[in-house]
């Protein structure tokens, strides 16, 4: 029986994961949680799980889920940071599921490896924020990260048993969200509903906004370079609206392996949950004939400049990636609220950027000091931009 632990067990990848563990309770048992504020759902995981230690972002949230759960259950209720790093490191756990969306799944993922857990990672602003640190301190406590991520989990799978030596280059794959057709002018008056329309993928909203502009690429290739040990130039991304070949390695001889699937979440999960072995039936089958044509092409950078901007963070290096990632989500969120246009979320990136002097990123007090600068610098940038009435 693995013992599992989920961070974020109410986002989207939580949320499919327990629907894993629920068609697998001979193999899996949760023994610990966290969620940020949907107490309504978490009570529910609570009640269907039972795990015996949970933690919430906040002291309210957890006070009404003391309320609500009672009695009924002995289960340890804690809250805000230390309470998640608690859940995170919990000794009767076997494997760790980070799961937070954005920066706020660092200081839990690096709780979790130094206690030794295995990582399944599918917060992908761990490695991007610091992934020298992540890494590092994987290797130094002897952690295996799983990836989660469809791109990097099919990436794994086609590596895996060959030589690093032997990869030539990693291919990307990306659907190229909702607007990959659309000329740079078409893009300026998309409103949040119509960025939250993904075609192929369900996921978070911060995510889905992240595929439209392409930059959930960008941050996808900073990750692989630290996941696989491949540097940024040896990196390529193409884009594959079917979102049936999640990715390719290629490798000297020129051979290349891809690995395919239909467009599911549960795929990826249950793979890190299960490794080195494969769980009956967890998507639907592919349908090869009934698909038909599968098609590629390279990305536009004048319509989707952030995927640029990710390769320019990777190769400036130190702080910068973490800059990038939280002037996206100062952007995104701004998106989200209405703030701003679409075509404003690159502008807001690159201008953060363009103030930025990296430091070397070998403490995390480092990391976590340019992104608080990198959400202050994107805000005063937003001021300046006219204001989208
Ligand atoms: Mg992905």
């Known amino acids: 029986m693995k013992r599992i632990t989920i961070l974020g067990s109410t986002g989207s990848i939580g949320r ?34 039972t795990p015996e230690i949970v933690a919430v972002a906040n002291e309210a949230s957890a006070q009404e889920l003391r309320k609500r759960v009672g009695t009924w259950h002995a289960v340890s209720l804690l809250s805000g940071q230390d309470g998640i790093a608690e859940v995170a490191s919990y000794e009767k756990s076997d494997f760790v599921l980070s799961a937070i969306v954005g920066s706020a799944g ?11 857990k295995t990582i399944g990672l599918a917060n992908k602003e761990a490695l991007v924020m610091a992934g020298k640190i992540v890494t590092e301190e994987a290797k130094k406590y002897g952690v295996k990260i799983l990836p989660v991520d469809s791109e990097h989990s099919a990436i794994f799978q086609c590596i895996e048993g060959h030589k690093r030596s032997d990869v030539r280059r990693i291919i990307l794959t990306a659907s190229g969200g909702p607007f990959v057709d659309k000329t740079i002018g078409e893009m300026n008056n998309i409103t ?13 909203k911060k995510i889905t906004i992240d595929s439209a502009t392409l930059m959930n690429k960008g941050l996808e290739v900073i990750e692989a370079c630290y996941l696989f040990g491949i540097p940024p130039e040896r ?39 299960s490794y080195p072995e494969r769980l009956d039936d967890i998507v639907v089958g592919l349908d090869l004939e009934r698909i038909s044509s599968l098609t590629f092409k390279r990305p536009d950078n004048e319509c989707f400049p952030c995927l640029s901007y990710a390769y320019r963070a990777i190769e400036a290096g130190g702080t910068m990636p973490s800059v990038l990632n939280a002037a996206n989500e100062v952007a995104v ?14 502008v807001i990136i690159k ?39």
Request: hydrophobic content about 40%.
């Open 16 to 49: 499919s994961a327990l629907d894993v563990i629920s068609r697998h309770r001979d193999r899996f048992k949760v023994v610990a949680l966290s969620a940020g504020s949907n107490i309504g759902l978490f009570e529910k995981q609570i009640r269907a799980f």
């Open 106 to 116: 660092l200081i839990p993922t690096i709780s979790a490896i130094h206690s030794g």
């Open 192 to 204: 949040p509903e119509e960025a939250l329309k993904h075609p192929s993928w369900d996921m978070g």
């Open 235 to 273: 990196i390529d991304v193409l884009i594959h609206p079917q979102s049936i070949v999640h990715s390719i390695v290629e490798f000297n001889d020129r051979s290349c392996i891809a690995q395919l699937s239909v467009p599911d979440m549960k795929g990826p999960i249950a793979y890190a949950l």
């Open 333 to 346: 969120a701004a998106f989200l609220h209405d703030k701003i246009r679409f075509n404003d979320i690159p």
């Open 351 to 389: 201008k953060t950027m363009d103030c930025h002097v990296p430091q070397p990123e070998t403490e995390l007090d480092t990391v976590i000091e340019a992104d608080r600068w990198a959400r202050e610098k994107a805000e005063e940038v937003i001021k300046k931009l006219k204001i989208k009435n």
